[in-house]
T-cell receptor, first 116, second 114 residues
Framework: DVKVTQSSRYLVKRTGEKVFLECVQDMDHENMFWYRQDPGLGLRLIYF???????EKGDIPEGYSVSREKKERFSLILESASTNQTSMYLC???????????????FGSGTRLTVV | SQELEQSPQSLIVQEGKNLTINCTSS?????LYWYKQKYGEGLIFLMMLQKGGEEKSHEKITAKLDEKKQQSSLHITASQPSHAGIYLCGAHATLISGNTPLVFGKGTRLSVIA
């Protein structure tokens, strides 16, 4: 069964900490995405990546950075965590082949981050 | 930028009843995806509609795409507790680039009561 695995389901971090959220996919997908999901705001795109070492800003990149050193791994970094970054973070992956066959994105189970 | 508006925002139905969720795009739709999310979990792909007038079914869930109205509807027949969750629609902003990220509606929260 193909998977997108997010390293943690729940995280609690302190304000000012540097936080790493890890995402690994085993489908050899070119594209990977980080969204955050908040009540009333839906899913908002933070960053995405078309290929290794490539990254593109999404709609709300401020306060975040990403790293994609290997095709299967896409890391989201909160440089200095703040309380307004408390949210559900969702990682997804896709490929052009998936779009052609209408499979869309494959999502991880999410990481619920609380910053105190 | 493209926006997807879902209605209703939330829905409570009695088990066995039918229901419809709508997703309306502010721009031309180049395919429309429906996902389901159980509370606190990731999104599960339900189906994708690509052509105007297209209709697809998955178990008791049917989705249709009306390109002229830039709208898709998701219909659940004889709802069950297992249908409870958040339903989200998603669409690519353009047809040409498959790498254009999906934008999503804010979701419709469905509760099914006995």
């Amino acid at each position: 069964d193909v998977k997108v695995t997010q390293s943690s389901r729940y995280l609690v971090k302190r304000t000012g900490e540097k936080v790493f959220l890890e995402c690994v996919q085993d489908m050899d997908h070119e594209n990977m995405f980080w969204y955050r999901q908040d009540p009333g705001l839906g899913l908002r795109l933070i960053y995405f990546s078309y290929d290794v070492k490539m990254k593109e800003k999404g709609d709300i990149p401020e306060g975040y950075s990403v790293s994609r050193e290997k095709k299967e791994r896409f890391s989201l970094i909160l440089e200095s965590a703040s309380t307004n970054q408390t949210s559900m973070y969702l990682c997804a992956s896709s490929s052009e082949t998936d779009r052609a066959t209408n499979y869309g994105y494959t999502f991880g189970s999410g990481t619920r981050l609380t910053v105190v | 930028s493209q926006e997807l508006e879902q209605s209703p925002q939330s829905l409570i139905v009695q088990e066995g009843k039918n229901l419809t969720i709508n997703c309306t795009s502010s721009k031309t739709l180049y395919g429309l995806y429906w996902y389901k999310q159980k509370y606190g979990e990731g999104l599960i792909f339900l189906m994708m509609l690509q052509k105007g007038g297209e209709e697809k079914s998955h178990e008791k869930i049917t989705a249709k795409l009306d390109e002229k109205k830039q709208q898709s509807s998701l219909h659940i027949t004889a709802s069950q507790p297992s249908h409870a969750g958040i339903y989200l629609c998603g669409a690519h902003a353009t047809l040409i680039s498959g790498n254009t990220p999906l934008v999503f509606g804010k979701g419709t929260r469905l509760s099914v009561i006995a």
